[in-house]
């Protein structure tokens, strides 16, 4: 193709079909993270990287992402059985993407890691990407499916170092909060806050984010009886 000041295209040689296509990637000039959410999703300035996270193959449908592991052998094996012969057709989302090209990307993944059976932490990151991704078209209900999800895969997992493990425990607790399930996200940040063994880069995360929580609900508190008096002094004056 032509110079592309915003993609470069990445050669990819599929591990399923064993073909060639080439797919689209945000040269990194153009984006930087302007923000971290608290559940760790990055808001970009420029484009945004995670649309061309997943290569699909157009010609067989197989989805690859970096952080898969069970790409050979008996695990292909199963990815064709229960993933490739139950696919409908290819589709060619190998240029630029739409949020919802990104969102199919990450489930056509989503769907290959289970069918290879891929440890409960790479299910729940994609998990949450997805829930991400509907973030950005404010698709609440659609968000909030993926956020349960993640959070399950997340009880589930196993991290090997110790970081990994206070990363897990921390967004396990934070996604049970934008679920609204208040007692575990409390029990969870209690932990990391409390734990002496616990690195102080995540005590403060949890400590910050607890104490932001309640901060929020006490302001809505106090707004919602300022409103409540208002309205019963106006009434009040009319009668």
Not at 20 to 30: A, E
Not at 84 to 106: G, H, V, W, Y
Not at 185 to 214: C, M, Q
Request: overall charge positive.
């Amino acid at each position: 193709m032509a110079f592309n000041i915003y993609y470069y295209e990445s050669n990819v040689e599929c591990k399923c079909c064993k073909k060639h296509f080439t797919t689209y990637k945000v040269r990194p000039n153009r984006y930087k993270i302007i923000e971290e959410q608290s559940d760790f999703m990055p808001v970009y300035e420029g484009l945004n990287p995670l649309l061309y996270e997943v290569a699909v193959c157009p010609h067989c449908g197989y989805a690859y992402h970096k952080s898969m592991s069970r790409t050979y052998g008996p695990f292909m094996l199963l990815i064709e059985e229960l993933y490739i012969k139950e696919l409908q057709k290819p589709m060619n989302i190998c240029q630029e993407r739409t949020i919802d090209d990104a969102i199919t990307s990450f489930k056509l993944a989503y769907l290959v890691a289970r069918a290879a059976m891929e440890e409960s932490l790479l299910m729940a990151n994609f998990a949450l990407k997805i829930a991400w991704l509907y973030r950005l078209k404010n698709e609440q209900e659609s968000e909030k499916r993926y956020l349960f999800a993640a959070r399950d895969f997340y009880s589930k997992s196993f991290a090997s170092n110790q970081e990994g493990g206070e990363r897990i425990q921390f967004l396990h607790a934070e996604l049970s909060l934008r679920l609204g399930d208040i007692t575990e996200a409390k029990r969870g940040f209690s932990r990391l806050i409390a734990d002496k063994h616990v690195s102080p880069k995540y005590r403060k995360l949890a400590r910050t984010r607890w104490e932001n929580y309640r901060y929020d609900e006490q302001s809505t508190t106090v707004n919602e009886c300022e409103g409540e008096r208002t309205d019963y002094v106006a009434i009040s004056k009319k009668n």
